[in-house]
């Protein structure tokens, strides 16, 4: 943008109304993840951007959180009278954010349809393509990005060559404008915009983006250097949500939230001295190589509630081709570890690795029966778009075969995107049901086991019907809205389109960083 259009844009009065989405659920599978008790971190972020920018006109409906349907959720976002609206959506989210951006064009084919998040950034090109009533997407990080659109919307400038985004052009083709390069100083950020969302029992606060690793079956959006906010930020969100809406539980939601080990005990120091952990419960989500016995004393003392590690499996030779930088000594050190403090661990399993067998689940059963997490979660491989396991799938290596691109089906519990070589997909849900009975029924935890029946019974019962049923998608007799799936048809996403989006994504991520890497003395740890 030039710098006579930045000053004309200054005397604007930014009366711009602008609404911030997440998208219902079809359908509830996964109580934690379909009706959370915490709102969408992502528009709390945008949300303060633009406000931070003097955008005060913005609403955020957040229809998981707030539980409601397609029909409330479109009627509160027209009641606001919007100019702009903006959706989140992962992947298995993207269709019910077509749907709310269809039915919108119907009623108000003026407003300008926003899509962002995880799945466009995976596979900006086709997203555009398939979903032909968003018309501009955001590619990555969105702050600065959504900025500059609603700037040069709002100067009545054409939404051309914005860095970040994907548009349409006047012939109806699609361009993709620069590169957009990550925010090294996220301590330029402002504090994501709680304020607009209702109160909520859980928060998710992140400290910082990024993470250093390269799993196959990530796409690792945020990019392969840690950004990191500073500790005094960080306390201060902490006490102004726990003061604000007391609410039961913070979650960290950063990728590794200890990948800098000094900087995190600073954090947990800070967060001792505040009491932060006696005031609510809250958790991380970290890597084995990023704790050790000092950590985990500092988990203690700061009153963590819960420190969960992805360990993805069990079998030796699946972990070194895996991109993670873990072995089993190392898994196995770390969870001694927690067990020294009694810090309560939570595990994440992903069964169905490149050419998985009996054999190597077994392993991974065996492993999570050995270190008993608390919460154990196992969940079934799905080929997200934009990762190396996408990528596989579709050239039929890894002993992967490609079911579908329905995105509706990419759920990491039950979904039904993936069939494999070795095993069949009966097996391997049998396997995984098998696995969380072994952790609790080997561990003597009946107890644990029947919370667990309880608080899943919803998703455990859509499972076993499904598994007995024999059904492969986990769509099958979900009711949808009736014209649900032709606004949103799914049909034109391609092998050949997994394999050039996942060639596309790790070029991009490059290119992300490129100055980055020059720019910044911060130190940047590489796997
Ligand atoms: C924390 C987290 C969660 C939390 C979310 C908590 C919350 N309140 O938001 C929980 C645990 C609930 C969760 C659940 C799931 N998650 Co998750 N999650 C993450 C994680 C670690 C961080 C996400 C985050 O909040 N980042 C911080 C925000 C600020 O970043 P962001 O969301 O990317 O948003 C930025 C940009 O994307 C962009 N943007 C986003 N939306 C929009 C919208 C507009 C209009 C614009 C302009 C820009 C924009 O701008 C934002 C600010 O820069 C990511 C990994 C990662 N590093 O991102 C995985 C990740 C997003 N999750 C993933 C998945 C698969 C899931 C599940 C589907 C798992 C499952 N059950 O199958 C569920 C989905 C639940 C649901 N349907 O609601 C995948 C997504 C892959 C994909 N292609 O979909 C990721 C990438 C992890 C991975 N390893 O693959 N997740
Ligand atoms: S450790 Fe692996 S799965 Fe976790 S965020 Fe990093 S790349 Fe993704």
Redesign the pocket.
Same mark, same amino acid.
């Given at each position: 943008m030039t710098s006579a259009t930045n000053s004309a844009l200054a005397q604007t009065n930014h009366d711009l109304r602008i609404v911030? $989405?997440?998208p219902p $659920?079809l359908a509830v599978?996964?109580p934690?993840?379909?009706t959370?008790d915490?709102? %969408?971190? &992502?528009? &709390?972020?945008?949300a303060a951007?633009l406000r931070q920018h003097g955008y005060s006109n913005i609403k955020i409906v957040d229809a998981?959180?707030e539980r409601i349907g397609f029909d409330k959720c479109l009627s509160e976002i027209l009641a606001f009278e919007p100019d702009i609206?903006?959706? #989140? &959506?992962? #992947?298995?989210? @993207?269709k019910p954010a077509a749907y709310v951006a269809a039915k919108l064009k119907e009623v108000k084919p003026n407003i300008l349809n926003?899509?962002?998040?995880?799945?466009? #950034?995976?596979i900006p090109a086709k997203t555009m393509q398939e979903f032909a009533m968003f018309d501009i997407g955001?590619i990555?990080?969105?702050?600065d +990005?959504?900025l500059e @659109?609603v700037r040069a919307y709002e100067a009545k400038l054409p939404l051309i060559d914005i860095a970040g985004t994907i548009y349409r052009t006047a012939d109806g083709g699609l361009q993709q404008g620069p590169v957009r390069e990550r @925010?090294m100083d996220q301590d330029s950020?402002p504090m !994501?915009a709680w304020d607009l969302m209702k109160p909520a029992g +859980?928060? *998710?606060v992140?400290t910082l %983006? =990024?993470?250093p690793f390269n799993?196959l079956?990530?796409?690792?959006?945020?990019g392969r250097i840690a950004r990191k906010r500073s500790v005094g930020l960080i306390i201060e969100e902490l006490e102004y949500i726990i003061n604000t809406f007391h609410p039961e539980r913070i979650?960290f939601?950063?990728?590794l939230f200890s990948v800098d080990m000094p900087r995190t005990h600073a954090l947990l120091d800070a967060m001792i001295e505040k009491g932060i952990g006696q005031k609510v419960k809250w958790d991380v989500?970290t890597h084995v190589r990023y704790v050790d016995a000092a950590m985990f004393k500092k988990f203690r003392l700061a009153n963590v509630d819960r420190v969960e590690m992805?360990i993805e499996t069990g079998d030796e030779a699946s972990l070194k081709k895996m991109g993670k930088g873990t072995n089993l000594k190392m898994i196995e050190d770390a969870y001694k570890a927690a067990r020294v403090e009694k810090v309560k661990i939570g595990t994440f399993f992903i069964l169905g690795q490149p050419n998985e067998s009996s054999e190597s689940i077994k392993n991974t059963i065996k492993l999570a029966v050995k270190i008993n997490p608390e919460l154990p979660m196992f =969940?079934l491989m +799905?080929p997200? !778009?934009? +990762?190396a396991i996408a990528d596989m799938a579709a050239k039929g290596e890894g002993g992967y075969k490609m079911l579908s691109t329905d995105w509706d089906e *990419?759920?990491?519990?039950i979904?039904g995107a993936l069939a494999f070589k070795n095993i069949s997909r009966r097996q391997l849900e049998f396997y995984q049901s098998y696995a969380y009975l072994m952790v609790y029924l080997r561990n003597f935890r009946f107890g644990a086991l029947l919370l667990f029946l309880l608080t899943y019974r919803v998703g455990i019962y859509k499972f076993i019907k499904k598994v007995i049923g024999g059904k492969q998608k986990m769509m099958h007799g979900v009711s949808k809205p009736k014209d649900y799936d032709t606004l949103t048809s799914s049909t034109l996403v391609t092998e050949a389109d997994m394999i050039e989006s996942y060639k596309a994504w790790s070029k991009y991520q490059k290119e992300s960083m490129v100055s980055l890497r020059s720019k910044t003395s911060v130190e940047i740890e590489e796997a």
């Open positions: 911030l $989405v997440n $659920v599978f996964e934690w993840y379909d959370p915490f709102g %969408r971190v &992502a528009l &709390a972020c945008l951007y998981k959180f609206v903006g959706y #989140t &959506a992962f #992947t298995n989210e @993207i926003i899509i962002g998040g995880v799945h466009l #950034t995976s955001v990555g990080e969105g702050e +990005t959504l @659109i @925010i950020l !994501p +859980t928060y *998710y992140q %983006r =990024g993470c799993c079956f990530c796409m690792n959006p945020n979650s939601g950063d990728e989500q992805g =969940g +799905t997200y !778009p934009g +990762t *990419y759920n990491k519990q979904g």
